[in-house]
């Protein structure tokens, strides 16, 4: 049975940090490119970042570059996305996605945790 388990979202004031967690289970975590994506209310889908099979590669969306990190821990079969200097635009429910590498035809996704960048 395939999980995508998201953590760590909350509500935060403008310039704080939180540190997402995704915990995968089912899976051959190490064949997977994990993703974060997000969606705010009345907006599409978007991706925020993402990360190869072995980590050696990492692509972030331009209005989160420099601000966010996103990891993997392949022992844990856990990604993180780390957000610093948060801003109210931030505010979204965060998607953890796997996609098997490297043909992708098969993808995972996680229920969301939400994240609320308010004063």
């Known amino acids: 049975q395939v999980q995508l388990v998201e953590s760590g979202g909350g509500l935060v004031q403008p310039g704080g940090s939180l540190r997402l967690s995704c915990a995968a289970s089912?899976?051959?975590?190490?064949?997977?490119?994990m993703s974060w994506y997000r969606q705010a209310p009345g907006k599409e889908r978007e991706l925020v970042a993402n990360?190869?099979?072995?980590?050696?590669?990492?692509n972030y969306a331009d209005s989160v570059k420099g601000r966010f990190t996103i990891s993997r821990d392949d022992a844990k079969k856990t990604v993180y996305l780390l957000m610093i200097s948060l801003k109210p635009e931030d505010t979204a429910v965060y998607y953890c996605?796997?996609?098997?590498?490297?043909?992708?035809?098969?993808?995972?996704w996680g229920q969301g945790t939400q994240v609320t960048v308010s004063s």
């Open positions: 089912g899976i051959t975590f190490n064949r997977y490119a």
């Open positions: 990360i190869t099979i072995t980590g050696d590669s990492t």
């Open positions: 996605n796997a996609a098997y590498s490297p043909n992708y035809r098969l993808t995972y």
